[in-house]
C-alpha cells in the first residue's frame, strides 16, 4: 500500500512524463527471455520482467476437434499462480486470478486471424491436434503479469514443433501415423500470434508497462491485444474508472506503437538463444 506521498510523486512524475524509474511513459522495461526451459513439452518459455517472472509450456496432443468447428484444431490456456509469488495468491484468490489471466489469453487467442486452427485438423471431425499452453507465475513484484504471460505465450509458440503426420486413405477410410523420426517435425504459423500491451491511465496521462506502484495509481487500465501487424483482437477494461471515447483512439496508438518494439524485443531474444543452443551441442 502506497502512502498519499508517494502516490503523489507518482503522479507528479507521470505528468512530467519522467517515471521513478527513468522512463517515458512510452518506454517498455527490458526483459529476459529464455526457451526450451521445461522438459516434455513442446516448446517453452520464461520471461523475467523486472520482479515479475512466468513460465509458459505448451504441449501438443491429439485430440478430438469440436461439433461447431470440425475441421479446426484447439488453443486451450491455463495459469497458475505461485502462492510463493505474494501472500494475494493462497487460497481461492490465486485460482480465481488465475481463472481471469487464462480468460484474457483465450479472449485474445479466439481471434480468427491469430492462429491458423485449421492447419491443426488431422481427419476433420475425428482427430485434431489440441495445444495446451500451460501458464506458471512464479513471482509478481513488478507488475505487468498479464503482458508478461503474453509475451511468455508468443515466445513458446514460436518454437513449437509438432510431430509430421503420415496420413493416407480418403473420407471414412482416412488414416495417419506419427512419424517416427524426432526431427521430423512440423513448425506452427504464428504470425498472428498477438501480445497483450496494458496501458494504464495516471491522472489524464497513458503510460505503458506499469511498475506494480504505478498500477496501484491508476485509475483505470486498458488491455489491448495487438499482432505484429498491428490488427487489435481485443480490449479489456480493468479499474473501476471510465474512459473517453476520445482518449480510446490515442490508447490504441499507443499500444500499436510500442508493440513493434516488443516484438523486436522477442524475436532478437529468440535468435540469441537458438544460437546460444547450436553453439552449446
Not at 19 to 28: I, W
Amino acid at each position: 500500500c502506497l502512502s498519499r506521498w508517494e502516490r503523489e510523486y507518482i503522479v507528479s512524475g507521470v505528468n512530467e512524463d519522467f517515471r521513478t524509474d527513468g522512463r517515458s511513459c512510452k518506454d517498455y522495461r527490458n526483459f529476459t527471455l529464455e526457451t526450451g526451459v521445461v522438459s516434455n513439452t513442446s516448446g517453452s518459455a520464461k520471461i523475467k520482467l523486472d520482479r515479475t517472472c512466468v513460465v509458459v509450456g505448451v504441449k501438443a496432443e491429439l485430440g478430438v476437434p469440436t461439433l461447431a468447428k470440425p475441421s479446426e484444431g484447439r488453443i486451450e490456456f491455463s495459469v497458475d499462480c505461485c502462492a510463493l509469488a505474494t501472500p494475494e495468491f493462497e487460497g481461492r484468490e490465486g485460482e480465481e486470478l488465475g481463472s481471469h489471466l487464462a480468460y484474457e489469453l483465450l479472449k485474445a487467442y479466439s481471434n480468427s486471424g491469430c492462429l491458423d486452427l485449421s492447419s491443426l485438423a488431422v481427419i476433420p471431425g475425428q482427430q485434431c491436434w489440441v495445444l495446451y499452453v500451460d501458464a506458471l507465475v512464479l513471482e509478481w513484484g513488478g507488475g505487468g503479469v498479464l503482458e508478461s504471460l503474453s509475451l511468455a505465450v508468443v515466445a513458446a509458440l514460436k518454437v513449437t514443433r509438432i510431430p509430421r503426420l503420415i496420413i493416407s486413405g480418403e473420407g471414412e477410410e482416412m488414416e495417419f501415423e506419427v512419424s517416427d523420426n524426432p526431427h521430423d517435425v512440423v513448425k506452427l504459423d504464428v504470425k498472428g500470434a498477438p501480445v497483450i500491451i496494458t496501458l494504464s491511465q495516471i491522472g489524464n496521462h497513458f503510460l505503458v508497462d506499469a511498475s506494480m506502484e504505478e498500477e496501484m495509481c491508476a485509475n483505470v487500465q486498458l488491455s489491448v491485444a495487438i499482432t505484429s501487424s498491428h490488427s487489435i483482437v481485443s480490449i479489456s477494461k480493468d479499474k473501476f474508472g471510465g474512459l473517453l471515447y476520445s482518449k480510446l483512439q490515442d490508447v490504441i496508438l499507443m499500444a500499436q506503437e510500442v508493440c513493434t518494439d516488443v516484438f523486436t524485443r522477442i524475436d532478437t531474444s529468440l535468435t540469441d538463444n537458438h544460437n546460444k543452443q547450436r553453439l552449446s551441442t
